[in-house]
């Protein structure tokens, strides 16, 4: 069973930078489709970004330009780069896997708080 583990969220403030980092226990980076997913108190959890086996990256509108999605082939491991964070980035972040466009694996969550 693959493991995903997230890491990097923190408290900020508006305007500042946050890098989160997703490692799988499995060489499943470049195979599953990877993405970040967010919740924030009250609402349903929606995709943030995602990046296919094959490289093909899409930004939900509200963080293109903002945020950034790569991985690491070597390391297991999958980033999300979030610039210019505003306080309706505050949510819980969670890391997804999957195949054929499904998730079907989920980390545990990671808090990001945007706030002065």
């Known amino acids: 069973q693959v493991q995903l583990v997230e890491s990097g969220g923190g408290l900020v403030q508006p305007g500042g930078s946050l890098t989160l980092t997703c490692t799988a226990s499995?060489?499943?980076?470049?195979?599953?489709?990877m993405a970040w997913y967010r919740q924030a108190p009250g609402k349903q959890r929606e995709l943030v970004a995602s990046?296919?086996?094959?490289?093909?990256?899409d930004y939900a509108d509200s963080v293109k330009g903002r945020f950034t999605i790569s991985r690491d082939y070597a390391k297991d491991t999958m980033f999300l780069q979030m610039n210019s964070l505003e306080p309706e980035d505050t949510a819980v972040y969670y890391c997804g896997a999957g195949l054929s466009g499904s998730i079907s694996v989920w980390g545990q969550g990671t808090q990001v708080t945007v706030r002065s």
């Open positions: 499995a060489n499943i980076i470049g195979i599953y489709t």
């Open positions: 990046i296919t086996d094959i490289g093909k990256i």
